[in-house]
């Protein structure tokens, strides 16, 4: 497990008026028990008091129906669902739009008034997408990992390409199923930091939980809330990490 913080002297930086935080949580194409995983997530953050926004950059807004393009159109700020549950839109084209905006401003801030009412916004992206809108932000991208050689093998894949892209050191959530053994997820994590170290030039922080596990996943997901970027106008919280060798800027594919 990741070290003992004093969590209610973290949330601190949580309080209103600083503005929703923003968490990246790397896409992947084959992804299948991750989803699962990011809506729990998502579930215990609204659980615990913060009304929460997923934003899927894998899934293309389409005409009336709500999602990031038209709120960014029109300039509208949608209020969390008042059936207590996240709300979850598509976001493809809205990120897109922000990217190719070119605004002075850090790109993120572009998604600031838009997502105003939310106090928690987990952003489902690409790598590439994740790269380009994260640049110069103090952020730790999320990979959520399972145990399984296909789930390792995706899961490298995404820390191999976010190192080609950027600097933004990941953190790795390795996922039990019901039932699952803890040193089988172990074994992954070890994999992943040892691969990592050994080929990327860096080695992730990361945890084990259960998918059953209520309260390991809340407490996860407040550690990941510490960990994202405070979207709060073009004053927000910014620092630019070190780059890791041979990271370039990738370029985006996001038309949808």
């Not at 860096?202 to 059953?212: F, I, K, L, Q």
């Amino acid at each position: 497990m990741w070290p003992e913080i004093h969590q209610g002297a973290g949330l601190l930086g949580f309080a209103a008026g600083q503005g929703p935080r923003l968490l990246p949580v790397l896409s992947h194409p084959e992804a299948a028990m991750e989803l699962e995983v990011l809506w729990q997530l998502a579930v215990q953050l609204q659980q615990q008091g913060y009304p929460v926004l997923v934003l899927d950059a894998t899934a293309g807004e389409q005409a009336g129906e709500p999602g990031l393009a038209p709120w960014l159109a029109r300039q509208t700020s949608p209020r969390p669902d008042d059936t207590g549950l996240p709300t979850v839109v598509p976001a493809a084209r809205g990120v897109a739009r922000v990217l190719m905006a070119g605004a002075d401003a850090p790109a993120v801030q572009g998604l600031a008034d838009a997502v105003r009412h939310f106090a928690a916004v987990l952003l489902y992206a690409p790598v590439p997408a994740v790269a380009a809108l994260m640049r110069d932000q103090a952020v730790t991208p999320l990979v959520i990992a399972a145990p399984g050689e296909a789930a390792l093998l995706r899961s490298y894949a995404l820390l191999k390409q976010m190192a080609a892209c950027s600097p933004l050191p990941c953190t790795v959530a390795v996922v039990l199923p019901p039932g699952g053994r803890r040193d089988g997820g172990e074994r992954v994590l070890q994999a992943l930091r040892q691969g990592s170290a050994q080929w990327l030039g860096a080695s992730p922080r990361g945890v084990v939980v259960g998918a059953g596990d209520e309260a390991a996943l809340g407490a996860l997901a407040l550690q990941l809330l510490e960990n994202a970027c405070t979207m709060a106008g073009p004053a927000a919280s910014c620092a630019v990490p070190a780059r890791s060798p041979g990271a370039t800027h990738c370029h985006p594919n996001l038309t949808h």
